[in-house]
């Protein structure tokens, strides 16, 4: 499909982004396609754990900053910010997402299992959100960059792409499938392994290179974990920018 998908799927590009006030994690959303950046920060401090977890916060930060300098209309959520709610009244005009938060395969309501995520809502444990939820809110509108940080977004049967209508397929050098690239991470991982990815890619990024090359760096960093695995479905060659651009014969 590639590039003949994009065209009859999108139809007319979307308004600036919504003004979104980030709460308490950062500056205001600039201009340009929106990105929604959330992160589960409750579940990973006391009472819920006993010491804290002090990676997420740094993950929000630094995933807001990443998306507003590829150009998106990019705002942080976390805490009670952060719910099921607020998540699917935005994503139908999201073009970048990126989450962190506790991940798995969970049994939906229907009997089946989707992969999704916990809201934040300032409790330990808190809503699902699942894939389906998504899907159904977005209805095949296309995305740019998605980034899935928790455990299970990137395994085998993750149902996660197909939400933000990308295919589950890895366009090489020479294919193009679409100003898009899904990022996850496969089993369970520890957020200082996920932290020291995440660092390499969006460095990687705004060093110039395409997504891809930004995954292949950051698959290079030291890990706490000898079994450290993400992956990856979208166009290798691209540069991770917001709108309907192209290829990227400029990245390095």
């Known amino acids: 499909m590639g590039a003949n998908r994009w065209q ?24 340009g396609e929106q990105a929604t950046i959330d992160v589960n920060v409750t579940a990973f401090k006391p009472p819920c754990l006993s010491f804290t977890d002090s990676y997420p916060q740094k993950m929000l930060d630094a995933a807001v900053a990443a998306y507003q300098r590829l150009q998106y209309g990019a705002s942080g959520y976390s805490g009670p910010a952060f719910t099921k709610v607020h998540t699917l009244a935005r994503t139908i005009d999201d073009w970048g ?15 089946k299992r989707y992969t999704g995520f916990r809201e934040d809502a300032g409790q330990c444990s808190g809503q699902v959100v699942y894939s389906k939820d998504i899907n159904q809110k977005r209805n095949g ?26 295919e589950k397929v890895k366009a090489g050098q020479l294919d193009w499938n679409g100003p898009e690239f899904y990022v996850g991470y496969v089993g369970v991982q520890w957020d200082s392994d996920e ?18 090359a930004a995954f292949d760096y950051a698959r ?33």
């Open 195 to 212: 932290w020291t990815f995440e660092q390499r890619f969006w460095d990687a990024l705004a060093a110039g290179k395409g997504v891809g």
């Open 141 to 166: 509108r296309q995305s740019n960059l998605v980034f899935i940080s928790t455990c299970h977004s990137a395994d085998a049967n993750t149902t996660m792409p197909d939400a933000f209508a990308i």
């Open 8 to 31: 009859r799927f999108l139809g007319p590009p979307l308004a600036l982004a919504v003004l979104g006030v980030a709460v308490a994690v950062g500056p205001v959303a600039a201009t």
């Open 220 to 252: 290079l960093g030291s890990f706490r974990s000898a079994t450290f695995q993400a992956d990856w479905w979208g166009s290798y060659v691209w540069s991770g920018r917001a709108g309907l651009g192209g290829v990227c014969p400029n990245c390095v």
């Open 97 to 111: 997402y990126y989450v962190h938060s506790h991940g798995d395969l969970f049994r939906h309501p229907d009997g």
